[in-house]
């Protein structure tokens, strides 16, 4: 069986992407950053997702000697000119504080009107070999931003997107609704292909 690594420490994020990996890629073993304790984690320097994504697979890949895959993503909000974008993470200044950014972006828009509370998930995920080949496939989860958090699936502004189409948001999905039309799993399953071929 062939191993490859996820560059992620985020349980939610490894337990999403080895469900969507399983379906198109069933002989190969996904392990997370969780089995290589002495790696550091990678400064997300990069000013897109494609760069940030880039970045971890390729020190994985190159630390671990195994082909690896990274993702970046993030919300993207019409009103704000695609932020908080690279910065989703981060938005109220401290990385990963769901719960914080959740309420700082729904402050920032308070006044904006229903019609134009546009907005997407954003996911660029990256196969890096270690010889130094990547490959990138994207994905995008259009919907449009809630006045309150709604759901208890998922994480991040999951709460916050109702689902283009549909009346509810992206943490009212069960996960297999969830992994069948969210941008990660719409770049995964994209990647999925990639990663068999050169798996060969």
């Not at 190969?28 to 970045?55: H, I, M, Q, R, Y």
């Not at 991040?156 to 109702?162: T, V």
Request: glycine share 10%.
């Amino acid at each position: 069986m062939s191993r490859v690594v996820l560059a992620t420490r985020n349980v939610g994020k490894i337990r999403e992407l080895e469900t969507i990996l399983r379906e198109s890629l069933p002989d190969v073993e996904v392990v997370g950053l969780g089995e290589f304790p002495d790696l550091e984690d990678v400064v997300e320097s990069g000013v897109t997702f494609e760069a940030n994504a880039t970045l971890k697979a390729t020190y994985a890949a190159r630390m671990t000697n195994l082909p690896a895959v990274a993702d970046d993503s993030g919300l993207a909000v019409d009103v704000l000119g695609g932020a908080p974008g690279v910065f989703s993470a981060r938005w109220s200044g401290r990385h990963g504080d769901d719960a914080a950014n959740l309420r700082l972006l729904l402050d920032q828009l308070a006044d904006v009107p229903d019609e134009h509370r546009g907005a997407r998930f954003r996911c660029a995920a990256v196969l890096a070999l270690p010889d130094g080949t990547t490959v990138c496939r994207e994905g995008d989860f259009p919907g449009t931003l809630t006045r309150a958090p709604r759901g208890s699936n998922g994480f991040g502004y999951d709460p916050i997107l109702q689902v283009e189409g549909d009346t509810r948001t992206a943490a009212e999905l069960s996960p297999e609704d969830k992994n069948a039309i969210s941008h990660r799993g719409k770049a995964f399953r994209a990647l999925a292909p990639e990663i068999a071929r050169l798996l060969g």
